[in-house]
Nanobody, 125 residues
Framework: QLRLVESGGGSVQAGGSLRLSCAAS????????RAWFRQVQVKEREGVAA???????TYADSVKGRFTISTDNSKNMLYLQMNDLIPEDTAMYYCAADPFVVWSSLLRPDQYKYWGQGTQVTVSS
């Protein structure tokens, strides 16, 4: 069973930056599709950024140009660099992984089997 653990959340002012990390164990996730999602209270979970094993990436329109998803397969890590944060980015952020996600579905939460417990990001104005 794959275990995902997020870290790096916190409280920042608008315009600030945060870097989220997601550690996977015990198996390697280098062949998996991996993604970041976020959720605000009772709203639906929203896909933020995703990457396939070939390194291709996709982003939600709301974060393009501000967020960057990356991996370090030697450490079995997934990252989300978030710059120019705005209050609307406030949410619980989750990482997810699955070995079988097609490109067109990378930002759909129902496509992912493995999830972390989440890390809170709060952006104040």
């Amino acid at each position: 069973q794959l275990r995902l653990v997020e870290s790096g959340g916190g409280s920042v002012q608008a315009g600030g930056s945060l870097r989220l990390s997601c550690a996977a164990s015990p198996s390697s996730t280098s062949s998996y599709s991996r993604a970041w999602f976020r959720q605000v209270q009772v709203k639906e979970r929203e896909g933020v950024a995703a990457t396939k094993r070939d390194g291709s990436t996709t982003y939600a329109d709301s974060v393009k140009g501000r967020f960057t998803i990356s991996t370090d397969n030697s450490k079995n890590m997934l990252y989300l660099q978030m710059n120019d944060l705005i209050p609307e980015d406030t949410a619980m952020y989750y990482c997810a992984a699955d070995p079988f996600v097609v490109w067109s579905s990378l930002l759909r939460p129902d496509q992912y089997k493995y999830w972390g417990q989440g890390t809170q990001v709060t952006v104040s104005s």
